[in-house]
């Protein structure tokens, strides 16, 4: 039986509530525009064609405001959309980890694990989003898409493996997502456990492990 | 005898300490690059650095940090950045009005007078500034060089004057700069008043009147 050494951890809807932050930044910009004087005061439209333009846009687009407001054919939107943003960014940059983590993550530094990150995206704001947790520290390295040169993949966690001379039964994946965390990690050798909601916890998964939060982690790790 | 009716005020260094906030922000940007690990831990050397890539790049670039650290040859530098953006934009946000201004603003209102922002720059950086500083509601409406079509200069100010349908001799423009907002108002027949700091008071002014706050603005704009 091998140990586990080495920790990975995913960011978004791992560490914390992404999505509904996410949602709640949203609805505060259409709150922002709409008490700076926007003519249209129905927040629940607004939120819905906002939803559409980013599902057009992608996620990613810094443009979703201003293309709501063209849609709204509203002239001059600088104050909609400045008003927009400072009410998404405040409330992006209020962001904090699950209550589990930070206790967790120190107790595992504690007991000699090193912990990493594993994450798809833009490396600056992954990075950003650690920082605004409060707990970029805990990390030896983070590994981000977009540096890797590869999303989350078999490659991905191989080429991390090579890069940090190590074995990849020593190592733990951790996440919410069976295509991005789970599936790829188990391929190149690792171990696994999911993070899922609660009332999602009776769902099938590749992962050794379902856990709902990390108030027992330690203990999960050391059964691997 | 003609009545003041139209008050024009600037943003920068006229309705809150820019310059001071800048400056905050760039040396708090520098600290957080080193809390997260960066290898140079001297901050006088590294805001020396800094200062000068603004003033290569204009203070308007978002590459400033990106140079700072290209400079410092250091690999992967996506914490730094995050680091760096996530210190200077929290102060940036956390701007806060001179003291004496938003009671001016609400007694000027209450007094029948309507109020307008001239100033040049990004439209939605302007704005947000506004959106910050809690007084954006205060103005009828804001004019930036941005949508204008033209930084502030005479054919600003007229055009001002047209898009309003008023007249400039019931007007005041207040700001900071002599060359930005003085001279130009002037010439396109506005009042003027100036803001200086209390220990430049001495120097000479086209302005119809020099002010270190604006705690007597009221009784200064019944004189002209």
């Known amino acids: 039986m ?10 978004d809807n791992t560490l914390f509530p992404t999505s509904e932050f996410s949602e709640l930044a949203r609805k505060n910009a259409i709150r922002a525009m709409i008490e700076i004087g ?8 607004l939120y819905l064609m906002l939803l559409k333009i ?27 959309i400045a008003a927009a943003i400072a009410a998404y960014h405040n409330t992006k940059t209020s962001i904090l980890p699950y209550p ?28 950003d989003k650690l920082i605004r947790l409060g707990i970029a520290l805990y990390f030896q390295d983070v ?9 989350k993949s078999k490659e991905f966690f191989d080429k991390v493996i ?9 190592c733990v994946m951790i996440g919410d997502k069976e295509e991005n965390d ?3 990690a188990k391929e190149s050798g690792f171990n696994s456990i999911i993070r ?7 769902q099938k998964s590749l992962a050794n492990f379902i856990v709902s939060d990390f108030f027992n982690l330690l203990d999960i790790i050391k059964k691997l």
Chains 1, 2 share one sequence.
């Not at 849609?71 to 909609?80: A, D, Q, V």
């Not at 590994?143 to 999303?151: A, C, K, Q, T």
């Not at 090579?162 to 020593?170: H, R, S, Y």
């Not at 899922?196 to 009776?202: A, F, L, M, R």
């Open 38 to 45: 926007l003519p249209i005061k129905d927040s629940n439209k």
């Open 54 to 80: 980013i599902e057009k846009l992608g996620s990613n687009s810094d443009q979703h405001f201003t293309q709501l407001l063209r849609e709204l054919k509203i002239k001059n939107p600088s104050r909609y």
């Open 162 to 170: 090579v890069f940090l001379n190590i074995k990849p039964e020593e």
């Open 143 to 151: 590994f981000v898409s977009e540096e890797v040169g590869i999303e």
């Open 2 to 11: 091998v140990n586990i050494k080495y920790i990975f951890f995913d960011i």
């Open 182 to 184: 789970i599936y790829p």
């Open 196 to 202: 899922k909601d609660k009332y999602k916890k009776n």
């Open 100 to 127: 589990d983590v930070p206790s967790t993550l120190l107790n595992l530094r504690e007991q000699g694990y090193k912990l990493y990150i594993a994450t798809n995206g833009n490396a600056i704001k992954q990075w």
